[in-house]
């Protein structure tokens, strides 16, 4: 466990963004952005976030700046339908009845 917890912090230690070069902060953007398809929202928002400062510099690569773009609109995407759903769900699942009932984790107390 000890061995785990150093090899991480020294990765995470190696990764700063400021110091990286342009080639390993495409790399890094390439992989979170992919990673946002496998249905892993947070991802892309991270991703966002993280390399908006150098998407929009001049003289950015245009790959860098494409998929910085299309995961601030892929997060906000995600973000704008799970509140949807969770606002549509919490309103209407007493009148959807066992169906309701049936997608939730956790169950009311006083039902049997």
Same mark, same amino acid.
């Given at each position: 466990e !000890? @061995?785990?917890?150093?090899?991480i !912090? $020294?990765h995470a230690a190696?990764m &700063?963004l /400021? *110091? /990286? $070069? =342009?080639?390993?902060?495409l &790399?890094v953007?390439k *992989?979170?952005?992919?990673g +946002?398809?496998?249905? @892993? %929202?947070w @991802?892309?928002?991270? &991703?966002f976030?993280?390399f908006? %400062?150098? /998407?929009l510099? #001049? #003289?950015? =690569?245009p790959?860098l700046?494409?998929m !910085?773009?299309i995961s #601030?609109? +892929? +997060? !906000?995407?995600?973000?704008?339908?799970?509140?949807?759903?969770?606002s549509?769900?919490q309103? &209407?699942?007493?009148?959807? #009845?066992? =169906? +309701?009932d049936a @997608?939730t984790?956790?169950? %009311?107390?006083g039902?049997?």
């Open positions: !000890t @061995l785990v917890r150093t090899k !912090t $020294s190696k &700063n /400021a *110091k /990286a $070069s =342009d080639e390993e902060r &790399n953007c *992989k979170y952005y992919v +946002g398809w496998f249905f @892993l %929202p @991802l892309w928002i991270i &991703n976030f993280w908006m %400062p150098y /998407a510099k #001049g #003289g950015a =690569d790959k700046r494409k !910085t773009i #601030g609109i +892929g +997060g !906000t995407v995600w973000i704008v339908i799970m509140a949807v759903w969770v549509q769900y309103k &209407n699942r007493v009148a959807w #009845g066992e =169906d +309701g @997608l984790a956790n169950y %009311p107390k039902r049997e």
